[in-house]
């Protein structure tokens, strides 16, 4: 599989975000997409293997990222796992801090 890089750019004039591959070539040159072609098809007929980009997990993974570093996020759901295990770290902290100040406050109670 060919090693395609990605970068993309926020172009919020138009509410748009550019998307640029390039590969490095062995002698030290960029090469870049430079054009996108759409070819009719017939609907009945299934999409052929081959006609779209192939990008590695790695590139896919950069694309991904790039384009939340432009802002864009899943339309569906919301937060990350990143983010979901924060919240359950929080709220494991707080539920020990609960539990020591209701101590705290069942001594004092005890006391009196």
Not at 27 to 39: R, S
Not at 53 to 71: A, F, H, K, P
Not at 80 to 86: E, F, I, P, T, V
Request: overall charge negative.
């Amino acid at each position: 599989m060919r090693d395609i890089k990605v970068f993309t750019e926020k172009h919020p004039y138009n509410k748009a975000v550019g998307i640029y591959f390039y590969e490095r070539q062995p002698d030290g040159k960029i090469a870049v997409v430079t054009n996108l072609e759409f070819t009719i098809i017939d609907p009945s007929i299934e999409m052929e293997r081959g006609s779209g980009i192939d990008l590695s997990y790695e590139t896919t993974q950069d694309l991904m990222d790039r384009l939340w570093e432009c802002g864009l996020r899943p339309s569906e759901g919301s937060g990350s796992a990143g983010s979901l295990k924060a919240t359950e770290n929080h709220l494991k902290d707080m539920q020990s801090l609960s539990w020591k100040l209701l101590d705290m406050l069942k001594g004092k109670s005890n006391e009196s």
